[in-house]
């Protein structure tokens, strides 16, 4: 089993450019997860889907969306990037309320 | 509203020496405690959680209901342990919802 895996790794925008990070999960996972990781801010949520066809905005939504595309995909866009967005995005999964997330190898962002 | 927080952003201690990772939360619930490690660039993975009382690579973490603390304690460092931790709090009462600590930086000096 890949786990979780993330595509792009790297990606390096412009202002105004868009963009859609990509994750998927093979291990039957009902829930889905996008956050993003600044220094010394830690891990905040942006979106998730407790499942599929379901999304909710987390702590930092705004210039975000997600689409649960399936069971195994959730993607993450940026319509109109700035350079505030610049940072690690991290998607996880997780099976019931009280499970371990498991996290993909993140995607390195940089808005200039 | 849940909270978790970690006082210590950088905690420096010699190898050989014991670490203590601090952890509270709020929350007036059962929450589910997790410890999550993360070495440098690499994916956060699961330390250990609360319900299993295990020790993963001799870290070991007691639930404090009283004190509302999750502290992350291992008696003999190793150099190998440097890496950023985070402590993580869920609850079936509020769905879906993972909340992460601010994350400690543990460095281990030779």
Wanted: charged share 20%.
């Amino acid at each position: 089993n890949a786990g979780v895996t993330q595509t792009p790794k790297f990606q390096v925008l412009k202002t105004g450019q868009s963009m859609t990070l990509q994750c998927a999960q093979d291990m039957n996972h009902n829930s889905m997860y996008w956050y993003r990781q600044d220094p010394g801010m830690g891990l905040r949520l942006i979106y998730y889907s407790a499942s599929e066809g379901t999304t909710d905005k987390g702590e930092v939504p705004n210039g975000y969306n997600v689409s649960r595309l399936n069971k195994r995909e959730f993607s993450l866009r940026l319509e109109s990037a700035a350079p505030s967005q610049t940072s690690v995005y991290f998607c996880a999964s997780r099976q019931g309320a009280l499970n371990e997330q498991y996290f993909g190898p993140g995607t390195r962002l940089t808005v200039t | 509203a849940q909270r978790v927080t970690q006082p210590e952003k950088l905690l420096s201690v010699f190898k050989g020496a014991p670490v203590e990772l601090k952890c509270n939360y709020s929350y007036s619930g059962s929450p589910e405690l997790f410890w999550y490690v993360q070495y440098s660039r690499q994916r956060l993975q699961l330390l250990l959680r609360h319900i299993s009382r295990e020790s993963i690579k001799g870290f070991t973490a007691d639930l404090n209901k009283g004190e509302t603390s999750f502290h992350l304690k291992k008696p003999f460092a190793q150099e190998e342990d440097s890496a950023m931790y985070y402590c993580a709090l869920s609850d079936y009462n509020y769905g879906q919802n993972f909340v992460f600590g601010p994350g400690t930086r543990l460095s281990v000096l030779p």
